[in-house]
Nanobody, 124 residues
Framework: QLQLVESGGGLVQPGGSLRLSCEASGLFLDYYAIGWFRQAAGKEREGIACIAGRERSTQYVDSVKGRFTISRDNAHSTVYLQMNSLRPQDTAVYYC?????????????????WGQGTQVTVSS
C-alpha cells in the first residue's frame, strides 16, 4: 500500500528549528520527486520545496529560501525538511507529496500521493 507519513511537527519558539520527515512506503522513492507543502488556517495550500528523484535538484519558494533545506535518503525512503529561523508566519500544517517522474512538477495537481500532514506552530 502506497503511503506517505509526515512527522516532526510541533510547537517551537520564533527563531527555533524543526526537522520534518516524510517516510514513504510501498513505492521506490528513487523514481519520485517529493514536494513539501503547507497550509495555514484560512489560506490556500502553497508549495514550499521540492527535491527531484535521482539528480536531487531542489527548488524553494522565496519565503523559505536560506532558511529551509530539503534533502532525501532514498535508502531509508525518507525525505526531510530542515526548517531554521522559524517565524510565526511559518505556522501551518505541512504536507509531503510524491510525483512519479524525474523532475519537480510545476503544479501541485501533478502530485500522485499525499500524506496526512503534521502541524507546525511557531509561537512564543
Amino acid at each position: 500500500q502506497l503511503q506517505l507519513v509526515e512527522s516532526g511537527g510541533g510547537l517551537v519558539q520564533p527563531g527555533g528549528s524543526l526537522r520534518l520527515s516524510c517516510e514513504a512506503s510501498g513505492l521506490f522513492l528513487d523514481y519520485y520527486a517529493i514536494g513539501w507543502f503547507r497550509q495555514a488556517a484560512g489560506k490556500e495550500r502553497e508549495g514550499i520545496a521540492c527535491i527531484a528523484g535521482r539528480e536531487r535538484s531542489t527548488q524553494y519558494v522565496d519565503s523559505v529560501k536560506g532558511r529551509f533545506t530539503i534533502s532525501r535518503d532514498n535508502a531509508h525512503s525518507t525525505v526531510y525538511l530542515q526548517m531554521n529561523s522559524l517565524r510565526p508566519q511559518d505556522t501551518a500544517v505541512y504536507y509531503c507529496a510524491a510525483d512519479l517522474g524525474p523532475e519537480c512538477p510545476t503544479a501541485s495537481i501533478s502530485y500522485d500521493f499525499w500524506g496526512q500532514g503534521t502541524q507546525v506552530t511557531v509561537s512564543s
